[in-house]
Nanobody, 116 residues
């Protein structure tokens, strides 16, 4: 079992920045890939960015150049630095981890609201 706790969400004006964190506990040493997903109002949940244990990253086209994903394997924590935020970035941001066994876990989410 892996428990995930997201933090760092909030209200920010367009053009501003936020940094999200996702702390993993439990069987966190078995984690392979960590990622951020988001679900905006009326939208389906979508991929934002992922990062592997070795630091290989993947981003959605809509956030490339603005968001940066990183992880601290020693602390079992993942981060998402979000710059130049846009109103369309508004949504609940979820942390997801995938174990080497392919089992996955989701956090409960943290709300990001970007005002215009």
């Amino acid at each position: 079992q892996v428990q995930l706790l997201e933090s760092g969400g909030g209200l920010v004006q367009a053009g501003g920045s936020l940094r999200l964190s996702c702390a993993a506990s439990g069987s966190s040493s078995s984690i392979n890939v960590m990622g951020w997903y988001r679900q905006g109002p009326g939208n389906e949940r979508e991929l934002v960015a992922t990062i592997t244990t070795r630091g290989l990253t993947n981003y959605a086209d809509s956030v490339k150049g603005r968001f940066t994903i990183s992880r601290d394997n020693a602390r079992n924590t993942m981060y998402l630095q979000m710059n130049s935020l846009k109103p369309e970035d508004t949504g609940v941001y979820y942390c997801k981890v995938v174990q080497w066994s392919a089992r996955s876990y989701w956090g409960k989410g943290t709300l990001v609201t970007v005002s215009s």
